[in-house]
C-alpha cells in the first residue's frame, strides 16, 4: 500500500502563539507541513491562511461545532495550524473564523474531500493501492486525445450522472480506437451534480457526484493499465460563483470584493463574475501551484488543460496590453517552470485561443512554458471550410495556410480539432448537425465530417476529438444529456474510419512516420476544383514509410485521374481512402489506386503521379520501401 500527500508549501515558522481558548484536547505532535487537512499517523494537522482572523478554530459534529475546543494557533503571515489526535481520516468538519465581531463558518480551502458542495470538508484518505503503476507518458508526437465529460460519457441512469467507474468501463472501447489520452473535462467539486465543472466551488476536491477521490484514482490506475493518459481540465481563470466558500473567507474585502483570495478592484472582472484569483498574492499563487502539482503527483495524472489562460494574462481575455495581468502570466510560467523541474514528462495544454504563440514558448526564451495549446484558428478555418453549403465558397488558401501553421516552428505545439466542447454548444451544434441540420445522418454531414476527421489526424498538430463524434454523434453537447452508445453498432464503419485514421497517426503499422514528423509543406493548391495536397515527413530527407502525403477533395466531384506532384520516384501506395464502402453504405467505393511515379515536374517536384479521387474523400499515401 503507497501513501501519497503532497505538502508543498510550508508557511514561515512560528513568531507569536495567539487563541481564544485552550483546548480540550491534548495534542502532542508538532503541526505536519502542508495545508489544509494533513492526516498521518497520530492524528490531522489543520493549516489554513486567514490574515485577517483573529481567531480559528476547527468544528463539526465531532464538537458540536463548538470553538471552544479545537482552537488553533496563529503561526506568522495569518497562517493558522493546530494537530489533534482525535480527528481522524473521515472526520466531518469546517474552520471557524472571528474577525472583530463577525463569527464565520468555512470549508477548507484545501479540502480534498467535501460531503457536497455546500456541505462540510472532510478529512481526506490519502491512502491508495497504485499497485505497479509506473505510466509512461506516450511521446507527444504520437499524442491522440479524446476529450469526455465523466458525467455523460457513460450514463447509466436517468436521474443520476456518470461517475468515474463508468469511464473505467469503456477503457477497452478506447483503447481499441487507438486513443491514448483522455482529456477529462472539470471534475472538481461543483455546485449541484450536473455541470461542465467549469464553476469549481472546491477546487481540491474531486466531484463526489462523479465518484470522489478514491473513484478518480482508480480511473487514473485503469487508464494508465490500458496504456492511456489522463489529463484534466482545470480552472484557474476564475472560481465559483456558486457554493464558493473562498468568498470573503476570513471576513475581510475591499469594494464588495472576494475578499482575500480575489482581486478586490476592477482586475476582478471576468465573463463568469467578479471572482477572479489575486495572481499577485504570495498565498494565491501558492494555492493554485500546490493544486496543478497535487493533480500531477498526488493523482498520478499525466497532464493539465488550463482554461482560459487569455484570462489569467490578461483581463479581458485579449491581447490588448493596457488589460494585462503581468502577475497572472508569471504565476503560470512558475506553474510551469515547477511541473518542468519535477515532471518533466507530462504536458501542460493551454487554452488561450489568440493565437499567442509565447503561450508555448520555453520560459527561458520569453514565453509562457505550455507544452503546446488548443488552436482556434484550426478549428475555425476547418470548420468553415466543412459547414459552408456551396463548395464554391470554400476557400482553399485559407485551409492550406492553416494547415501549414505552426507555433515557434514546432508542429506538436497545438492541438488540433473540429469538435470539442466549447465547439458543440452555447449556440453551435456537433459538425454533422451544423452541415445538414435535423439530418446529420445522411451522405453530405458524414462525407464532409469524415474528410475534417482525415484532416485533423493528419495535419500537424495533437489530435483531439470530442466524445461521440466516431459515432456522428448530432445535436449539440449538454450536461443532461447522455452520449448514445446504441450508436456505436449502427455507426461501427464509421467508427473503424476513426480506427484507420488513429492507427495511421500513430504510424502503427510502420508505413506513414511523417505523421509523427516535424516537417510539412502544402504543395498543391486548386481553388477552382477545392483540392489540395500536402505532405508530412519525420527525418530531414524522408524517405519510404517516412514521407506522406495527404490528397484531400473539398468538392461534390469525382476526380477520375487527378495528377499532383511526388518528392521521389518509386512506388506510392494509397493507406487510406476515406470513400471506402466498408466506412458506410452510401459511400462510393471509388477505387483509388497507388501508382508509380513518373518523371517530370510537377507541382514543383521532380516526378508526379495520378490518383483517383471521391467526392468530399481524402486519400493518405505512402512510398513503399
Not at 475581510?252 to 484569483?277: Q, V
Request: glycine share 8%; charged share 20%; with cysteine.
Amino acid at each position: 500500500m503507497q501513501l501519497f500527500l503532497v505538502s508543498y508549501y510550508m508557511p514561515p515558522a512560528s513568531t507569536h502563539l495567539a487563541s481564544t481558548s485552550t483546548s480540550s484536547v491534548s495534542s502532542e505532535a508538532q503541526p505536519q507541513a502542508g495545508m489544509g487537512a494533513i492526516p498521518h499517523e497520530k492524528g490531522t494537522t489543520f493549516r489554513v491562511w486567514a490574515p485577517h482572523a483573529d481567531a480559528v478554530a476547527v468544528v463539526g459534529p465531532f464538537n458540536d461545532w463548538n470553538p471552544k475546543f479545537h482552537p488553533l494557533t496563529h503561526e506568522a503571515d495569518g497562517y493558522w495550524a493546530a494537530d489533534f489526535p482525535d480527528l481522524p481520516v473521515g472526520t466531518e468538519y469546517k474552520f471557524w473564523l472571528r474577525n472583530g465581531k463577525n463569527e464565520l463558518t468555512r470549508n477548507d480551502p484545501y479540502a480534498r474531500e467535501v460531503t457536497h458542495s455546500a456541505g462540510s470538508s472532510i478529512v481526506p484518505d490519502i491512502s491508495f493501492d497504485w499497485e505497479d503503476d509506473h505510466f509512461e507518458m506516450p511521446a507527444w508526437n504520437t499524442l491522440v486525445i479524446y476529450e469526455l465529460h465523466v458525467g455523460t460519457f457513460n450514463r447509466h441512469s436517468p436521474d443520476e450522472p456518470g461517475t468515474f467507474y463508468d469511464v473505467i468501463e469503456k477503457l477497452p472501447y478506447l483503447q481499441g480506437l487507438g486513443i491514448n489520452a483522455v482529456e477529462i473535462m472539470p471534475a472538481t467539486e461543483f455546485p449541484g451534480s450536473l455541470s461542465w465543472g467549469y464553476n469549481p466551488a472546491h477546487p481540491f476536491a474531486i466531484e463526489t457526484a462523479y465518484g470522489g477521490p478514491q473513484a478518480f484514482k482508480e480511473l487514473v490506475k485503469q487508464a494508465h493499465r490500458y496504456g492511456i493518459a489522463v489529463i484534466l481540465d482545470v480552472v484557474y481563470n476564475h472560481f465559483g460563483p456558486g457554493d464558493l466558500d473562498l468568498w470573503q473567507f476570513d471576513g475581510w474585502a475591499e469594494n464588495d470584493g472576494g475578499g482575500i483570495y480575489f482581486y478586490n478592484d476592477w482586475r476582478a472582472e471576468t465573463p463568469w463574475g467578479h471572482n477572479r484569483p489575486d495572481y499577485g498574492n504570495p498565498a494565491v499563487r501558492n494555492y493554485i501551484r500546490d493544486n496543478a502539482l497535487m493533480w500531477l503527483e498526488d493523482y498520478h495524472v499525466d497532464g493539465l488543460r488550463c482554461d482560459s489562460i487569455s484570462h489569467i494574462r490578461n483581463v479581458n481575455g485579449s491581447n490588448d496590453p493596457t488589460a494585462d495581468l503581468p502577475e497572472g502570466w508569471s504565476l503560470m510560467k512558475w506553474v510551469n517552470e515547477e511541473i518542468q523541474a519535477r515532471t518533466p514528462w507530462k504536458i501542460t495544454i493551454a487554452e488561450d485561443l489568440q493565437g499567442n504563440e509565447y503561450i508555448t514558448r520555453p520560459t527561458d526564451q520569453d514565453g509562457e512554458g505550455f507544452a503546446t495549446q488548443w488552436d482556434a484558428a484550426f478549428v475555425n478555418i476547418i470548420r468553415e471550410a466543412l459547414v459552408t453549403p456551396s463548395d464554391t465558397d470554400r476557400s482553399m488558401a485559407a485551409v492550406a495556410n492553416i494547415i501549414g501553421t505552426t507555433y515557434n516552428g514546432d508542429a506538436f505545439q497545438r492541438v488540433i480539432y473540429t469538435e470539442s466542447h466549447d465547439e458543440v454548444a452555447n449556440g453551435k451544434s456537433r459538425v454533422p448537425e451544423e452541415i445538414m441540420p435535423g439530418a446529420a445522418a445522411s451522405w453530405y454531414p458524414k462525407k464532409r465530417a469524415t474528410l475534417g476527421a482525415a484532416i485533423v489526424f493528419t495535419a500537424p498538430g495533437i489530435p483531439m476529438i470530442f466524445q461521440g463524434q466516431p459515432t456522428l454523434a448530432d445535436g449539440y453537447f449538454s450536461d443532461d444529456q447522455p452520449l448514445d452508445w446504441s450508436r456505436h453498432e449502427q455507426m461501427a464503419g464509421l467508427v473503424q474510419l476513426y480506427r484507420d485514421l488513429i492507427r495511421l497517426r500513430r504510424n502503427a503499422d510502420g508505413h506513414t512516420r511523417g505523421l509523427t514528423g516535424q516537417h510539412t509543406e502544402v504543395f498543391h493548391v486548386n481553388d477552382e476544383d477545392k483540392i489540395l495536397a500536402f505532405a508530412r515527413w519525420a527525418d530531414e530527407a524522408g524517405g519510404p514509410n517516412d514521407t506522406t502525403i495527404i490528397l484531400a477533395n473539398f468538392a461534390d466531384q469525382t476526380r477520375e485521374a487527378y495528377t499532383i506532384g511526388l518528392p521521389a520516384p518509386g512506388r506510392w501506395t494509397v493507406r487510406f481512402n476515406s470513400d471506402w464502402q466498408g466506412y458506410d453504405h452510401e459511400f462510393g467505393n471509388f477505387e483509388s489506386f497507388g501508382t508509380d511515379a513518373e518523371e517530370g515536374e510537377y507541382d514543383g517536384k521532380p516526378w508526379h503521379g495520378t490518383f483517383g479521387l471521391a467526392p468530399y474523400s481524402v486519400l493518405i499515401i505512402s512510398q513503399e520501401a
